[in-house]
């Protein structure tokens, strides 16, 4: 198998869509690194924040409500990650972005977009769907505060956001960028006593550690919820705000990045399982 590039620069300007459903901070980081690159915004939730800087930008949108549409459709009051309701959705919104660009996009970036791709998505596009996950995707999986935590109880002494290709898994797609890491010890007198009950109770994961400190009466787990989204406010800003921008404008849109099965190569250089390390390479023009 031959490493094939996510986007060949020669053929032509590239075009991309970004998935939003919320503030849209994601979709702003992305907008501003080169507000003049020709893209459209999606969203499941119309009246969404993300979707009204898209208007005010004059940018074009495409928009389903996933509420209505799979309680009007299906009479469904829980939307579906699989089957052929949801597959309906996805090509159904997925139809209208293609025909706001005349065809299909040369990226998809996931911006806060609040619902999980479907296997029909996935399939359709991988791998030029991205999206930014707030911890190492290597090792730490879940929404929002979760990974962080996760890598408090494992005893990391940093964090990192990664973004990467999303394929038909849980944010178990090919690594593209991981940013610099974020030190813990920042954060040290709010995690003594959360390390120091871990280590007691031999609690290393998030259910263990749960059940402990209901076990003994005390707050620590609603404590590690809090101090772990509080570093993730921090990485958000100095990782995901950083590489997201980095992987569309720097990396993908100069045609720097080829995938091989699940093999990411920059500049033809063979990626770690990892991905581009900004500890190691920082924002370099070219590491070739």
Not at 28 to 41: C, Q, R
Request: charged content about 25%; proline content about 5%.
């Amino acid at each position: 198998m031959t490493a094939k590039l996510i986007y060949d620069p020669l053929s032509g300007p590239i075009r991309y869509a970004c998935g939003v459903s919320g503030s849209g901070t994601n979709y702003d980081k992305i907008y501003e690194g080169d507000p003049d690159k020709h893209h459209l915004v999606f969203s499941n939730a119309p009246l969404c924040a993300g979707v009204l800087k898209a208007k005010d930008r004059g940018v074009p949108v495409a928009l389903l409500d996933s509420t209505r549409y799979f309680k009007e459709m299906w009479g469904l009051e829980k939307i579906p990650r699989y089957g052929v309701e949801r597959n309906s959705y996805d090509m159904a919104i997925m139809t209208l972005m293609e025909q706001g660009l005349n065809g299909r996009p040369d990226l998809i970036c996931l911006a806060g977009y609040d619902l999980w791709i479907g296997d029909w998505m996935a399939n359709r596009y991988f791998p030029h769907i991205l999206n930014v996950h707030p911890g190492d995707a290597g090792k730490y999986v879940g929404l929002g505060w979760r990974p962080t935590a996760k890598a408090i109880l494992a005893e990391e002494s940093s964090v990192k956001s990664t973004v990467f290709f999303v394929d038909a898994s849980d944010d178990g797609g090919p690594i593209l960028v991981q940013s610099r890491s974020l030190p813990l010890s920042a954060w040290d007198d709010g995690l003594r006593d959360i390390r120091r009950f871990a280590e007691k109770t031999n609690a290393r994961t998030l259910p263990q550690f749960r059940e402990a400190a209901q076990r003994e009466g005390n707050m620590l787990y609603t404590s590690l919820e809090q101090v772990s989204a509080s570093i993730q406010e921090v990485l958000r800003e100095q990782g995901d705000w950083e590489i997201y921008p980095f992987a569309v404008h720097e990396l993908i849109a100069k045609g720097r990045v080829a995938l091989d099965g699940r093999t990411v190569y920059i500049d033809g250089v063979q990626m770690p399982a990892e991905g581009w390390q900004v500890d190691t390479y920082g924002f370099a023009d070219s590491i070739g």
